[in-house]
Nanobody, 118 residues
Framework: QAQVVESGGGLVQAGDSLRLSCAAS????????IEWFRQAPGKEREFVSS????????NYADSVKGRFTISWASAKNTVYLQMNSLKPEDTAVYYC???????????WGQGTQVTISS
C-alpha cells in the first residue's frame, strides 16, 4: 500500500504564485509517475501535469504551460507543482495521483483547494 497527500493550497490573488506538494509514502517503489489533476465546480476533472519516476519526463496541459512547473524531490519522496501567474480560471481542487504503470492510477490524494481572486 502507498498513499499520496497534497498540501499547499490556499487563497491568493491573480498574478500570485503557489507551490503545491504531493507527498508519497508507503510502498512507493513501484511508482511509474505522479500526476496532478484539478476539478473546478461544475466541471470534470482535468489533467494538469505529470512527471515520470525514471528520467523525470514532464508533461503539461496547454492551459498551464509556461506558468506551472512540476518537479520531484526524490529524497523527500515529494512532487511539487510550482504555479506562477495564477488566474481566476485556475481555481479548483487539485489532486495528485500515483501511477504504477502507463495506464493505472493506483492512489489518489484527498485534494487541496486553490482559489484565485481577481
Amino acid at each position: 500500500q502507498a498513499q499520496v497527500v497534497e498540501s499547499g493550497g490556499g487563497l491568493v490573488q491573480a498574478g500570485d504564485s503557489l507551490r503545491l506538494s504531493c507527498a508519497a509514502s508507503g510502498r512507493t517503489f513501484s511508482t511509474y509517475a505522479i500526476e496532478w489533476f484539478r476539478q473546478a465546480p461544475g466541471k470534470e476533472r482535468e489533467f494538469v501535469s505529470s512527471i515520470r519516476a525514471n528520467g523525470g519526463i514532464t508533461n503539461y496541459a496547454d492551459s498551464v504551460k509556461g506558468r506551472f512547473t512540476i518537479s520531484w524531490a526524490s529524497a523527500k519522496n515529494t512532487v511539487y507543482l510550482q504555479m506562477n501567474s495564477l488566474k481566476p480560471e485556475d481555481t479548483a481542487v487539485y489532486y495528485c495521483a500515483l501511477k504504477i504503470n502507463p495506464t493505472t492510477y493506483a492512489y489518489w490524494g484527498q485534494g487541496t483547494q486553490v482559489t484565485i481572486s481577481s
